[in-house]
């Protein structure tokens, strides 16, 4: 068996800037559910407003508040379930082209952003504001195929 010896870029502090700007991103997701929260009037320790509960609510302005919270909540919770993979990749991509992986980690970074936003605008028919960053999936599938490549080459 031998030894790869792995030598870190020094851009990699770009990769490692992103990564951490991702840490706040997530924050902000969870915090930005809170408004949303108070003015649906959903209590904890529910996640959602049920189907049924906005279909019993005749003021069409509470029933627009229960349905944007859980697009909200919806939001946060696509973050946190791409959130790992995308980050898994940024890192492993950073060995290999450290300000690349940095540059898309910063767009993924805005594309989630506008998702968020969007998701959650009001008047939205089924939460299609949401399209206005989904573009930022397409970059987790290049940084996925730029993970897979970076550890092809480090094994050859």
């Not at 790869?4 to 969870?30: N, Q, R, S």
């Not at 108070?38 to 407003?49: D, E, F, L, S, T």
């Not at 089924?126 to 989904?134: A, S, T, Y």
């Amino acid at each position: 068996m031998s030894l790869i010896t792995l030598e870190v870029p020094k851009e990699y502090g770009y990769v490692l800037a992103v990564a951490t700007g991702t840490l706040f991103l997530g924050a902000w997701h969870g915090g930005r559910v809170m408004p949303f929260r108070k003015a649906a009037g959903v209590p904890y320790p529910y996640q959602y407003a049920s189907k049924e509960q906005i279909d019993a609510c005749d003021d069409a302005k509470q029933k627009s508040a229960l349905q944007v919270y859980n697009c909200a909540q919806r939001a946060h919770y696509n973050y946190i379930e791409n959130h790992p993979t995308f980050l898994t990749a940024m890192l492993i991509s950073g060995l290999r082209y450290p300000v690349a992986a940095a540059s898309v980690g910063a767009a993924w970074c805005l594309g989630r952003t506008l998702y968020a936003i969007g998701y959650t605008r009001p008047n939205t028919e089924n939460g299609k504001g949401r399209l206005i960053g989904v573009w930022a999936s397409l970059l987790q599938i290049g940084m996925l195929g730029t993970a897979a490549w970076t550890c092809w080459k480090l094994c050859a």
